[in-house]
């Protein structure tokens, strides 16, 4: 079992960054496959970004590509998206989302692919 908690959304104007945090509890984080989504307002969940249990391999959306960046701390139980050059398009609620999994080289793609969820936070960019 994990449990999953985002932070770090908030407010930025265009051009903009900001860093979100996924804290995960629970043993077996640290051989999970994690993701990162957003959902906006009046559309579906879609897929931002994921990476692999040690960080090895990652893979993003190209409408985030170059911009975003995750990355993985197994000793903090922590998963992170650095997002720069923000534009606001991209303002949606973020979910990051984790998969027990025995390959380390397994990512995620699709809502489907995980089982654990967080709460979501707010990341709201202004033109």
């Known amino acids: 079992q994990v449990q999953l908690v985002e932070s770090g959304g908030g407010l930025v104007q265009a051009g903009g960054s900001l860093r979100l945090s996924c804290a995960a509890s629970?043993?077996?984080?640290?051989?999970?496959?994690m993701g990162w989504f957003r959902q906006a307002p009046g559309k579906e969940r879609e897929f931002v970004g994921t990476?692999?249990?040690?960080?090895?391999?990652?893979a993003y959306a190209d409408s985030v590509k170059g911009r975003f960046t995750i990355s993985r701390d197994n000793a903090k139980n922590t998963g992170y998206l650095q997002m720069n050059n923000l534009n606001p398009e991209d303002t949606a609620v973020y979910y990051c989302?984790?998969?027990?999994?025995?390959?380390?080289?397994?990512?995620?793609?699709?809502?489907?692919?995980?089982?654990?969820w967080g709460q979501g936070t707010q990341v709201t960019v202004s033109s």
């Open positions: 989302a984790a998969d027990s999994v025995t390959d380390r080289y397994k990512v995620g793609y699709k809502v489907g692919d995980f089982s654990y």
């Open positions: 629970g043993r077996t984080f640290r051989r999970s496959t």
């Open positions: 990476i692999s249990w040690t960080g090895g391999l990652t």
